[in-house]
């Protein structure tokens, strides 16, 4: 690897995943998967976001920006969608009001047999599954940089203005993962396939060794109390509009629901930060999509190449990194941002 490499460490949102990834819904493990072979005909639609300069400088970051322009390009490109029909949405734009609000347009506009993609780099973080309205979670995890006991948690999403309260919510403006299963069955409700690329990274287990003397690192880990400006987990004040109601029920999902991440749950998403600074998965993502053949991939034989090469490159910046694919909900065998 070049020598002059630098690298942070994103940590970020997933469903029991760290990823960067992308998500495609479905009903039930016993889906029925569509004949791939038959030509769809539907339109493509895409929100890109990316967030490089958060308030606070030391949590900013170099590459989410161009991680979330170089995926427009390459769909647009690449993969037939119209440009008008996508929205990039950078830095100060990227609010939680302002990415919640773009997925209500773009449902409204999308119809069944459509497709709805959205990628998103940035920070992201673990909140307390017990003072979320969907206490859903299972695994109880030990994040000692989080908070002392081990607990369940949610993971999120931090758009630019995560410390502010404006939502009502005691999650403040993250963006819970709860949140993004509600609001894409709401579009599969309708037929709309939805496809979710997220380069960031929830981290289980923080600690690492020193990094290499020549490929230097930096962990960006971006815990609950740094965000809401307290001095540590216990010190936050959790404050709620209203009484949330709880529920164990998840919406169900009538698409398809595949989820490829950059990261297992306990590992970091790394972002090289040198030459052109971008997320090391999407850049690998990006190089394997501009390939000649890349249209014909399934979302299976993209995973299978981009997995090793991140694996072995997250070595040099003393990090390991295993990209993930969770086939559980959807048909891993279907062709890359296809319609079918």
Request: proline content about 5%.
């Amino acid at each position: 690897m070049n020598a002059t490499y630098k690298i942070k460490i994103r940590n970020a949102f997933a469903r029991g995943l760290c990823f960067s990834i992308i998500l495609i819904s479905s009903a039930s493990a016993l889906f029925a998967y569509p004949n791939t072979s038959r030509k769809a005909e539907g339109t493509k639609y895409g929100l890109f976001v990316g967030i490089n300069d958060y308030p606070n400088e030391k949590d900013k970051l170099k590459g989410a920006v161009n991680d979330a322009i170089r995926m427009q390009d390459v769909l647009v490109s690449k993969f037939g969608f119209a440009k008008e029909n996508t929205t990039l949405m950078i830095d100060r734009d990227a609010t939680r009001a302002n990415i919640l609000q773009a997925f209500e347009d773009y449902k409204a506009k999308a119809s069944a047999g459509d497709l709805f993609v959205f990628h998103n780099s940035s920070h992201g973080t673990l909140f307390p599954d017990v003072l979320s309205e969907i206490q859903d979670e299972t695994e109880v995890l030990y994040v000692p940089e989080y908070y002392e006991r081990p607990i369940r948690w949610d993971n999120a999403l931090v758009p630019v203005d995560a410390g502010e309260s404006t939502s009502g919510k005691p999650w403040r403006n993250l963006i819970l993962d709860d949140e993004l299963f509600e609001i894409f069955a709401s579009f599969t409700e309708k037929g709309i396939k939805v496809v979710v690329v997220v380069d960031a990274c929830n981290s289980g287990s923080l600690a690492r060794g020193a990094a290499k003397p020549k490929a230097p690192a930096v962990s960006r880990n971006l815990s609950l109390h740094r965000i809401f400006k307290a001095n540590k987990f216990e010190d936050i004040k959790f404050s709620f509009a209203s009484p949330p109601e709880v529920t164990k029920k998840k919406p169900s999902m009538n698409g398809l629901y595949l989820v490829l991440a950059a990261a297992k749950d306990n590992e970091f998403a790394a972002e090289i930060q040198s030459g052109e600074p971008m997320g090391l998965f999407t850049k690998n993502l990006i190089d394997l999509l501009n390939r000649s053949n890349a249209t014909e991939l399934s979302y299976r034989q993209l995973m299978d190449a981009i997995g090793p090469r991140v694996s072995e490159e997250s070595l040099d910046y003393e990090n390991d990194q295993t990209p993930q694919l969770d086939s559980r909900f959807g048909n891993p065998f279907g062709a890359v941002f296809g319609l079918n």
